[in-house]
């Protein structure tokens, strides 16, 4: 079971939400909170695998929840949730260390999909909100791909490749014949040494710097 925690601060949409993940059989939706600050606390408490973050809340917001989530309670990972596409929350939600960002317009199957995609150790980005980030990266300034992956193992560089191309740690265990502890700790070094929060950011990264299409 996946278990989930549901963050909005409109009690209809925590309910409308609960509802529907509760008829799947393979979500299990653990806990509710209505600002940022609890959603942070009922994570430490239930220890959700997947949080359902809404963005604009009073108070402490979803960007600042999701960046506290990323320090106190690192294994469990985050999805924006939210009504808008605006580049502020795209790029603070994705820099926070958010797992994935969808549009509250997704189709409910798509939203169960990505819940999926994510407790399997993926990211995810609606369409138009990936374009948008990708856009935005093709223009910022940063190191050339040649000084990062340089510092890179070999090995390290075949998984950054399969982590772009959306494989989950057990997939690429299994196309590189390793264990998939062993690609858990490749992942982790890679991450470390590309300077980003996790693999959503590093698939955007190789993307970015031309190491796959």
Same mark, same amino acid.
């Given at each position: +079971? ?28 653990? /806990? ?5 600050? @609890?959603?942070? @606390?009922?994570? %430490? ?23 506290? *989530?990323?320090?106190? $309670?690192?294994?469990? #990972? &985050? ?8 580049? %502020? ?8 260390? @958010? ?16 819940? #999926?995609?994510? =407790?399997? /150790? ?9 374009? #948008?980030?990708? !856009?935005? +990266? @093709? ?18 560089? !075949?998984?950054? $490749?399969?982590? =772009? /191309? ?8 299994? !196309? *590189? ?17 590309? /300077?980003? &929060? ?8 190789? $993307? ?6």
């Amino acid at each position: +079971m996946i278990r989930v925690l549901v963050v909005d601060d409109h009690a209809v949409v925590r309910q409308g939400l609960r509802t529907f993940l509760d008829l799947q059989d393979d979500l299990d939706v653990v /806990g509710e909170a209505g600002d940022g600050a @609890a959603a942070v @606390a009922e994570a %430490e408490r239930l220890a959700p695998d997947v949080v359902l973050m809404d963005l604009a809340m009073p108070g402490v917001d979803g960007v600042a929840a999701i960046r506290e *989530l990323r320090a106190r $309670v690192p294994d469990v #990972r &985050a999805i924006a949730l939210t009504s808008f596409s605006d580049d %502020e929350r795209v790029f603070g939600a994705i820099r926070a260390g @958010a797992a994935g960002y969808l549009l509250k317009d997704v189709d409910p199957s798509e939203l169960v999909a990505g819940i #999926r995609t994510v =407790a399997a /150790g993926q990211g995810l980005l609606s369409p138009p909100v990936a374009a #948008r980030l990708l !856009e935005e +990266m @093709a223009t910022d300034g940063g190191p050339a791909a040649d000084e990062v992956t340089a510092g890179l193992t070999p090995r390290e560089r !075949e998984v950054l $490749v399969l982590i =772009a /191309g959306g494989r989950s740690n057990k997939r690429i265990a299994l !196309e *590189l014949g390793v264990a998939e502890k062993t690609v858990k700790t490749h992942v982790g070094h890679v991450l470390a040494k590309l /300077g980003v &929060a996790d693999r959503t950011q590093a698939a955007l990264w190789a $993307v970015r710097h031309g190491l796959v299409e």
